[in-house]
């Protein structure tokens, strides 16, 4: 899947060439792939600016395990230097997700698009791809979310057509046994 970053804003179309999809603007070309052994580095490097307060063993250990899932996958975007711009991790889930009304749904479990490329469409470009990664894998909802403090991704979300469904403030106490 490809798509060009545009001067104006605004994209003007696409098209479905080499089983990659490209998306045209004006300027700057950029394909979506999916991650293989070869992009394993990158797309670690990615996580950890989206997640930055876990280890790089740790994540490492966490896309180890999506790369071998055959209900999840990981995707890169690329510029027209091949440079690693963004990523996106999906998976399939069949346990509950809030206001979903089927089963499995198609979940965004990661998005992140570097500093200098947001604002220009790879995040609603991703997306896209994850509507379309989700209708080939039999699913009619996609699901993502985002910690209560994250405005910036509410925004993104809400502006790509995501609705909320719900907040939830997760609670947790510690317990020790009276033995």
Known sequence: MQYT????????GYSVHTSLLYLYACEVLVKIVKVTQDDFNEWLDL???LWPDESREERQISLTSIFQS???????????DGDAIAFMNLSLRYDYVPGATQSPVAYVEGIYVKEEYRKQGVGKFLIEYAQKWAIENGCVELASDAL????????????????????????IKQIVSSD
């Open 5 to 12: 970053l545009p001067k104006p804003k605004r994209l003007r």
């Open 47 to 49: 996580t950890l600016k």
């Open 70 to 80: 055959p209900r999840e996958a990981g995707f890169i975007v690329r510029d027209e």
């Open 148 to 171: 209560l403090e994250n405005t910036v991704s509410y925004e993104f979300h809400t502006k790509v057509g995501f609705q909320e469904v719900e907040r939830v403030v997760t609670f």
